[in-house]
């Protein structure tokens, strides 16, 4: 029984692999594959595994569970190996190798995979050759106890379906190989952008003295899982910091994280009122969030402007502004005040991720034709 460090590693050989079929056609037949007794799909142990000519495969019962571009087939060779990753995780692996249409044995139709069945309950497909039209590829579906998880494949890809409980009934879909840590001693320590080490401590960031990261340092004060990430919003710049005590390559890690933009600044272009049948502004209306800032200019942006209590004031800083509502209720008389320069400018802050301006319509005073 062979040991791997990283799922795609597997796939690399087929030298640890039992023979089952060796060149030889099964077309619409089945083959009863011996299977585990660790394994479980919908609440069935997969004791035996049934793999089809028209290559689908059922586990632990004779029925198409999972079809990987079913349809009418050659299958010519059928492999089987159990095997470990990481020490630690068993897996079982079927590799299937023939043709995807039936008679037509061609590069075009070309199709090998390999199915791993993990302890955990995941599934990992890999695709070595798949057909290189489209009309060659079958059916390409998983179905779980409550849906159908539809599928597709490609040359050198991985699907997986990542369990969600322990007894093989509801899986979510990932063009990702599954995370398998280590299983040895890991620990994490965190980092600000000052250089600062941090650990934590009854949910509240600690620094700690040691400026020197060892592995002493890590097994000391480390923690084995990462935390809620609201607990590392106060580090600037931070780092999270892994450590284990194994040769092993290091796991591949994401982390997702939401941020708030800061406050953004937008101007308008310049507008023209220089035109004689403009005699003022009427009013101005703005599709806009309600959290939107605004301010005006009637010198190409040299002062800026808000109406705050019936009055005119000057702005200093990029970042004030008056609201929606006030800008909307600036009456003609007011606009007549200030607006006699030709020009008028605007200027836009918009706050939080929802922050959004649309449009700003200026409705103009016109004479008469």
Same mark, same amino acid.
């Given at each position: 029984?062979?040991?791997?460090?990283?799922?795609?590693?597997?796939?690399?050989?087929?030298?640890?692999?039992?023979?089952?079929?060796?060149?030889?056609?099964?077309?619409?037949?089945?083959?009863?594959?011996?299977?585990?007794?660790?394994?479980?799909?919908?609440? &069935?142990? $997969?004791?035996?595994?049934? %793999? /089809?000519?028209?290559?689908?495969?059922? @586990? *632990?019962?004779?029925? +198409?569970?999972?079809?990987?571009?079913?349809?009418?087939?050659?299958?010519?060779?059928?492999?089987?190996?159990?095997?470990?990753?990481?020490?630690?995780?068993?897996?079982?692996?079927?590799?299937?190798?023939?043709?995807?249409?039936?008679?037509?044995?061609?590069?075009?139709?070309?199709?090998?995979?390999?199915?791993?069945?993990?302890?955990?309950?995941?599934?990992?497909?890999?695709?070595?050759?798949?057909?290189?039209?489209?009309?060659?590829?079958?059916?390409?579906?998983?179905?779980?106890?409550?849906?159908?998880?539809?599928? &597709?494949? $490609?040359?050198?890809?991985? %699907? /997986?379906?990542?369990?969600?409980?322990? @007894? *093989?009934?509801?899986? +979510?879909?990932?063009?990702?190989?599954?995370?398998?840590?280590?299983?040895?001693?890991?620990?994490?320590?965190?980092?600000?952008?000052?250089?600062?080490?941090?650990?934590?401590?009854?949910?509240?960031?600690?620094?700690?003295?040691?400026?020197?990261?060892?592995?002493?340092?890590?097994?000391?004060?480390?923690?084995?899982?990462?935390?809620?990430?609201?607990?590392?919003?106060?580090?600037?710049?931070?780092?999270?910091?892994?450590?284990?005590?194994?040769?092993?390559?290091?796991?591949?890690?994401?982390?997702?994280?939401?941020?708030?933009?800061?406050?953004?600044?937008?101007? /308008?272009?310049?507008?023209?009122?220089?035109?004689?049948?403009?005699?003022?502004?009427?009013?101005?209306?703005?599709?806009?969030?309600?959290?939107?800032?605004?301010?005006?200019?009637?010198?190409?942006?040299?002062?800026?402007?808000?109406?705050?209590?019936?009055?005119?004031?000057?702005?200093?800083?990029?970042?004030?502004?008056?609201?929606?509502?006030?800008?909307?209720?600036?009456?003609?008389?007011?606009?007549?005040?200030?607006?006699?320069?030709?020009?008028?400018?605007?200027?836009?802050?918009?706050?939080?991720?929802?922050?959004?301006?649309?449009?700003?319509?200026?409705?103009?005073?016109?004479?008469?034709?």
């Amino acid at each position: 029984m062979a040991d791997y460090v990283m799922i795609e590693d597997i796939f690399e050989s087929t030298d640890y692999m039992q023979i089952l079929r060796d060149n030889s056609l099964n077309d619409d037949g089945t083959d009863t594959v011996a299977g585990v007794d660790w394994f479980k799909f919908r609440e &069935t142990v $997969a004791a035996n595994f049934y %793999v /089809s000519g028209n290559t689908w495969i059922g @586990m *632990g019962q004779n029925s +198409e569970q999972l079809k990987i571009s079913r349809r009418d087939a050659d299958l010519l060779t059928l492999r089987r190996e159990e095997g470990t990753l990481l020490t630690n995780y068993k897996f079982f692996r079927i590799r299937w190798e023939g043709y995807s249409v039936h008679g037509n044995r061609n590069a075009d139709t070309r199709l090998v995979w390999d199915a791993l069945f993990f302890d955990n309950g995941d599934i990992v497909l890999h695709f070595t050759e798949v057909p290189t039209s489209a009309s060659n590829i079958g059916e390409c579906v998983l179905y779980t106890k409550s849906k159908n998880i539809s599928f &597709t494949i $490609a040359k050198d890809s991985i %699907v /997986s379906f990542l369990h969600q409980d322990d @007894m *093989g009934n509801e899986y +979510e879909l990932s063009y990702e190989p599954p995370v398998f840590l280590d299983p040895y001693n890991r620990r994490y320590l965190f980092k600000d952008g000052a250089g600062t080490f941090y650990t934590i401590t009854d949910d509240e960031l600690t620094p700690i003295e040691d400026t020197e990261l060892t592995a002493s340092v890590f097994e000391t004060y480390g923690l084995p899982d990462l935390p809620d990430g609201n607990v590392l919003i106060g580090l600037k710049n931070p780092t999270i910091l892994y450590w284990h005590d194994s040769a092993n390559k290091f796991p591949d890690m994401k982390l997702d994280y939401k941020g708030v933009p800061k406050p953004q600044v937008l101007y /308008s272009e310049n507008i023209d009122m220089s035109h004689y049948t403009i005699l003022g502004i009427e009013k101005v209306t703005c599709d806009c969030d309600e959290k939107c800032l605004f301010s005006v200019s009637f010198d190409d942006g040299g002062t800026w402007f808000g109406y705050v209590n019936n009055n005119w004031v000057k702005f200093t800083e990029e970042t004030s502004g008056m609201s929606k509502a006030a800008i909307e209720a600036v009456s003609s008389d007011a606009w007549a005040e200030k607006a006699i320069t030709g020009m008028i400018k605007y200027r836009f802050v918009l706050s939080g991720a929802d922050g959004y301006i649309a449009n700003v319509i200026t409705d103009f005073l016109n004479t008469e034709e």
